[in-house]
């Protein structure tokens, strides 16, 4: 069973930015299309942004589009999420997964996750 370890976050103020790591512990993670989610200090469950395998497709949730940046590295077995012009509402844990559909902002689609790394914005 494929291992993903999500790392990157911290405490940080409105306006600063963060990078996401996500690593993988197998070469397959090249061969799905992966995405990140993010639970909220309210409980909610927020796709946030997911790539395609190769890359050519990629979405993003409203409020994050502009300001966040997903992408990846198959030959590193590694994704990555670039978060610049950070917000209070952006405190959340935040997670990668992957996924064996093309591309997918629906959770029940996603077959692996990791344990989450959190994110705090003060205002």
């Known amino acids: 069973q494929i291992q993903l370890v999500e790392s990157g976050g911290g405490l940080v103020q409105d306006g600063d930015s963060l990078r996401l790591s996500c690593a993988a512990s197998e070469r397959t993670f090249s061969t799905n299309a992966m995405g990140w989610f993010r639970r909220t200090p309210g409980n909610e469950r927020e796709f946030v942004a997911g790539i395609s395998r190769t890359g050519n497709h990629i979405g993003y949730r409203g409020s994050v589009e502009g300001r966040f940046t997903i992408s990846r590295d198959p030959v590193k077995n590694m994704g990555f999420l670039q978060m610049n012009s950070l917000k209070p509402e952006d405190t959340a844990v935040y997670y990668c997964?992957?996924?064996?559909?093309?591309?997918?902002?629906?959770?029940?689609?996603?077959?692996?996750w990791g344990q989450g790394t959190q994110v705090t914005v003060s205002s």
């Open positions: 997964g992957v996924t064996t559909s093309w591309y997918s902002d629906r959770f029940s689609d996603y077959a692996a």
